[in-house]
């Protein structure tokens, strides 16, 4: 019987130590607890006052680059340019595949913004005031001639210290791509044409259309191909364009529009070949010139004529 009380009472002192015990355990859980809040607060303060600082500062960002974009705008309006240079559209680029290489075919990009003006299809009876425009701006430019009627100005273009290049003696796409026979005989005519007014033998070519023409494909299947390639193993050389005015879209195209293509220039290079027209149909292309050359000096191009330094500029061949 008294064993029996001491179990008993042995027990309750256990029970009493237990729960001492649990106690103090709920005690030092309850202030890890406490202690693990505490600690989170503050990162959740520190991650939302980051957020509201890159917040800010990217809305700065963006107004600082509005700002930016605004006075640049202003200033082009006042200027009446184009500060930035502006890409081809993307039909264009994609037809053309444009690239300027070297002689070496490697991709180049000038260090100096080089402006090269060039003029298809004269001379013609605009000839003589494209002339005096250039030279009232100090301007030398490329004149890719065909056999116009006006081949009198043929020595004005050369006297006055211009670049005198072939195009072609008919102009006619039937014959002149019938055959690889009919384009050189073509090419042979409009050289000695420009050799007898003259007495320049140059090898500065343009084919009609550009490299990249495929009205070529009517008349005879991959003679694009051949003859880019042909042109150059007789010791021509061969340029397209990488800015067009605009005017081989029609007659009577607006001045305004046609400034405002010229202010499109490539990105990709600081060669800049223009394409234009010197017949009597593109009236609004004389009218244009003054503010076009005014333009390219504003944004910092200095003006050659095409010589043998030139880094050609090449369409991709389509056919």
């Known amino acids: 019987m008294e064993q029996k009380f001491k179990t008993v009472k042995l027990t309750k002192s256990n029970t009493k130590r237990l729960i001492f015990i649990l106690s103090l355990a709920a005690v030092i859980l309850l202030s890890v607890v406490c202690f693990a809040l505490t600690k989170k607060a503050p990162a959740k303060k520190v991650t939302s006052d980051l957020t509201q600082t890159q917040s800010v500062t990217q809305t700065q960002s963006v107004t600082q680059t509005s700002s930016q974009t605004a006075a640049q705008t202003t200033a082009a ?7 930035a240079a502006e890409p081809l559209s993307s039909e264009e680029a994609m037809r053309h595949q ?6 070496s075919g490697n ?28 030279d009232k701006y100090d301007v030398k430019a490329t004149f ?3 056999n116009s009627g006006y081949n009198k100005y043929m020595k004005d273009i050369v006297d006055r210290g211009h670049t005198i290049a072939l195009h072609s003696y008919t102009h006619d796409y039937k014959k002149i791509y019938s055959s690889e026979d009919a384009y050189y005989s073509d090419l042979q005519a409009i050289s000695d044409t420009v050799f007898n007014e003259t007495g ?13 023409n495929t009205i070529s494909r009517n008349y005879c299947n991959g003679i694009m191909s051949k003859v880019t390639k042909g042109v ?20 009577n195209v607006p001045v305004q529009e046609l400034i405002e ?3 499109k220039v490539p990105k990709y290079s600081n060669t800049i070949v223009v394409l234009m027209h010197d017949t009597k149909a593109k009236s609004t292309t004389v009218d244009a010139l003054p503010k076009i050359i005014e333009n390219y000096k504003a944004l910092g ?4 004529a095409i010589n043998e330094n030139t880094p050609p500029v090449h369409h991709k061949v389509n056919n």
């Open 261 to 263: 293509q010229c202010n």
């Open 301 to 304: 191009y200095k003006f050659s």
């Open 144 to 146: 890719f001639v065909i």
């Open 232 to 251: 150059e193993e007789k010791g021509y050389t061969y340029f397209d364009w990488n800015v067009s005015s605009g005017d081989a879209d029609g007659n």
């Open 107 to 134: 991709t180049v990009k000038d260090k100096e913004k080089t402006i090269y003006l060039t003029f298809d299809d004269g001379p013609s009876i605009n000839t003589p005031k494209i002339l005096d425009i250039l």
């Open 77 to 83: 309006e006042n200027s009446g340019t184009t500060l």
């Open 200 to 212: 320049v033998r140059t090898k500065f070519i343009r084919f009609p259309g550009g490299g990249s």
């Open 98 to 103: 444009v690239t300027t290489t070297a002689a």
